[in-house]
């Protein structure tokens, strides 16, 4: 199994970016699938979950601003991040079990400037 996590960059307050993570080696269509973040000084948590039928959870800190969504077909994971905070500055990581096994993606920093 094999994640690749991409499209971090730096935005100011207020902006928007979106998230990838390319899934491979994996059955991604069945697989529940994970967005965690670590802010700086921070332990890593969890930041949204998308079911293999499309139900969403999310921490409350991002609630109405983030989206997180799949695309099976293409076998990728995305994370739509709008109203950005500079409390939102973290590097991202993409993550799921598979066969008792965890997965990470390698992160991908996201910088949110005041």
């Known amino acids: 199994v094999q994640l690749q996590a991409s499209g971090g960059g730096l935005v100011q307050s207020g902006g928007s970016l979106r998230l990838s993570c390319a899934a491979s080696?994996?059955?991604?269509?069945?697989?529940?699938m994970h967005w965690y973040r670590q802010c700086p000084g921070k332990q890593r948590e969890l930041v949204a979950t998308?079911?293999?039928?499309?139900?969403?959870n999310y921490v409350e800190a991002v609630k109405g601003r983030f989206t997180i969504s799949r695309d099976n077909v293409r076998r990728i994971l995305f994370l739509q991040m709008d109203s950005l905070k500079p409390e939102d500055t973290a590097v991202y990581y993409c993550?799921?079990?598979?066969?008792?096994?965890?997965?990470w993606g390698q992160g991908t920093e996201v910088t949110v400037s005041s």
């Open positions: 993550q799921t079990r598979w066969y008792d096994r965890y997965f």
């Open positions: 998308i079911t293999s039928n499309g139900s969403t």
């Open positions: 080696g994996m059955n991604f269509r069945i697989a529940s």
